[in-house]
């Protein structure tokens, strides 16, 4: 797999960095950081020295010390991009040009891509057409051992292969909660596709409903932030992620990966 990871060497994308590492630490996978000057948002004597070069020479060697680092220490294939532009375009445009499999973005703060947070991190994630793992500043990098997957509406792969496969590599047990009930029509037919193809596997899996519920992302949440889940999974099928950027900005930091 190819891993994209936005950075701006803040502590926050630093974490989304450590993700991407522990999980190219257990799916062979390749790193590559992007660092985007968004010129436009800076003041003045900041475009002086981008256009100078100083500043991007500064960057560059602190990305290649990043990556030089990770190969040492990881032995996993990483690299950078430095690029100028504006932040979505950017990582939208980088993605499919590097054909990255999975964007890695660290949210909460002020600056950057730390930036990325509510309505900025639901354009980020609607202007890709790859899943996308957010992390925040506070997230406790884990072994996935407990994975909660909000089968909704727009779900429409609940076997989504990169789901499997780090629930093979992290012997994750896979905890499916459908917005509707279990026993209706459009929940059946997902039923049996998990059934179908996680059977087949060494894959652990459970069943439950958050039909009746009363704000059924917030029981989502809570669900997950009571019991030893370390990664919640989302998928948007195309369509606008507003509705559920709640379950981003979860106040125990659980990583969210929204798959497309």
Same mark, same amino acid.
């Given at each position: 797999?190819?891993?994209?990871?936005?950075?701006?060497?803040?502590?926050?994308?630093?974490?989304?960095?450590?993700?991407?590492?522990?999980?190219?630490?257990?799916?062979?996978?390749?790193?590559?950081?992007?660092?985007?000057?968004?010129?436009?948002?800076?003041?003045?004597?900041?475009?002086?020295?981008?256009?100078?070069?100083?500043?991007?020479?500064?960057?560059?060697?602190?990305?290649?010390?990043?990556?030089?680092?990770?190969?040492?220490?990881?032995?996993?294939?990483?690299?950078?991009?430095?690029?100028?532009?504006?932040?979505?375009?950017?990582?939208?445009?980088?993605?499919?040009?590097?054909?990255?499999?999975?964007?890695?973005?660290?949210?909460?703060?002020?600056?950057?891509?730390?930036?990325?947070?509510?309505?900025?991190?639901?354009?980020?994630?609607? #202007?890709?057409?790859?899943?996308?793992?957010?992390? %925040?500043?506070? =997230? +406790? !990098?884990?072994?996935? $051992?407990?994975? &909660?997957?909000?089968?909704?509406?727009?779900?429409?792969n609940p076997v989504n292969d990169?789901?499997?496969?780090?629930?093979?590599?992290?012997?994750?047990?896979?905890?499916?909660?459908?917005?509707?009930?279990?026993? #209706?029509?459009?929940?059946?037919?997902?039923?049996? %596709?998990?059934? =179908? +193809? !996680?059977?087949?596997? $060494?894959?652990? &899996?459970?069943?439950?409903?958050?039909?009746?519920?009363?704000?059924?992302?917030?029981k989502f949440v809570d669900k997950?932030?009571?019991?030893?889940?370390?990664?919640?999974?989302?998928?948007?099928?195309?369509?606008?992620?507003?509705?559920?950027?709640?379950?981003?900005?979860?106040?125990?930091?659980?990583?969210?990966?929204?798959?497309?």
């Amino acid at each position: 797999m190819r891993l994209l990871v936005a950075t701006d060497l803040s502590e926050a994308s630093n974490k989304a960095l450590m993700s991407a590492v522990n999980i190219a630490g257990k799916i062979k996978s390749e790193i590559i950081l992007l660092h985007v000057f968004e010129v436009s948002d800076i003041d003045k004597s900041a475009k002086k020295l981008v256009g100078s070069g100083f500043l991007n020479r500064e960057i560059k060697n602190q990305l290649e010390e990043i990556t030089s680092d990770i190969q040492k220490k990881y032995n996993i294939n990483s690299s950078y991009l430095t690029k100028e532009g504006e932040l979505f375009e950017t990582l939208a445009e980088t993605a499919k040009e590097t054909k990255s499999d999975i964007i890695f973005i660290g949210t909460h703060g002020v600056h950057g891509v730390q930036h990325i947070t509510g309505s900025f991190l639901a354009k980020t994630i609607n #202007s890709v057409n790859i899943p996308v793992w957010v992390s %925040k500043k506070n =997230t +406790v !990098i884990s072994e996935y $051992k407990d994975i &909660y997957i909000l089968i909704d509406e727009l779900f429409d792969n609940p076997v989504n292969d990169i789901l499997l496969e780090i629930a093979e590599k992290f012997n994750s047990v896979l905890h499916y909660y459908f917005t509707e009930s279990t026993s #209706s029509f459009t929940s059946k037919e997902l039923i049996i %596709k998990i059934q =179908t +193809v !996680i059977d087949n596997t $060494k894959i652990k &899996y459970t069943i439950s409903s958050l039909n009746g519920e009363e704000n059924i992302n917030q029981k989502f949440v809570d669900k997950a932030s009571l019991s030893s889940c370390s990664l919640m999974v989302l998928e948007r099928n195309n369509n606008d992620i507003s509705p559920l950027i709640d379950i981003f900005n979860n106040k125990n930091s659980i990583e969210v990966l929204c798959l497309n």
